[in-house]
């Protein structure tokens, strides 16, 4: 019924940009929070950076002052921005967004299948 669709993932060298973007579709009544998390290999995943409805936001001390999240809720997406990348920011990326469906309007979250990122020279 939801599906969440991510791009944007690839090689870059540390110090490098990437931006991300992750969109919705379906029975869609509401999206109430979007975010996005990441998992390193042999680590547990790990949120990088949330956004509500309204527009607040809250990340990772990790990523403060270098990653920015937004979100255009007229096309259900929702961006992440990455800059000064660094080798320890390499994981897959997830999306993640709490949706109501039209069909029960039941909140629950969905997830994406994941982007990779590698920052490596």
């Known amino acids: 019924q939801v599906q969440l669709v991510e791009s944007g993932g690839g090689l870059v060298q540390p110090g490098g940009s990437l931006r991300l973007s992750c969109t919705a579709s379906g029975s869609i009544f509401s999206i109430k929070t979007m975010g996005w998390y990441r998992q390193a290999p042999g680590k547990q995943r790990d949120m990088v950076a949330t956004?509500?409805?309204?527009?607040?936001?809250t990340y990772a001390d990790s990523v403060k002052g270098r990653f920015t999240i937004s979100r255009d809720n007229a096309k259900n997406t929702v961006y992440l921005q990455m800059n000064s990348l660094k080798p320890e920011d390499t994981a897959v990326y997830y999306c993640?967004?709490?949706?109501?469906?039209?069909?029960?309007?039941?909140?629950?979250?969905?997830w994406g299948q994941g982007t990779q990122v590698t920052v490596s020279s």
């Open positions: 956004i509500i409805s309204g527009g607040s936001t």
């Open positions: 993640n967004a709490d949706i109501i469906v039209t069909t029960t309007l039941r909140n629950r979250p969905y």
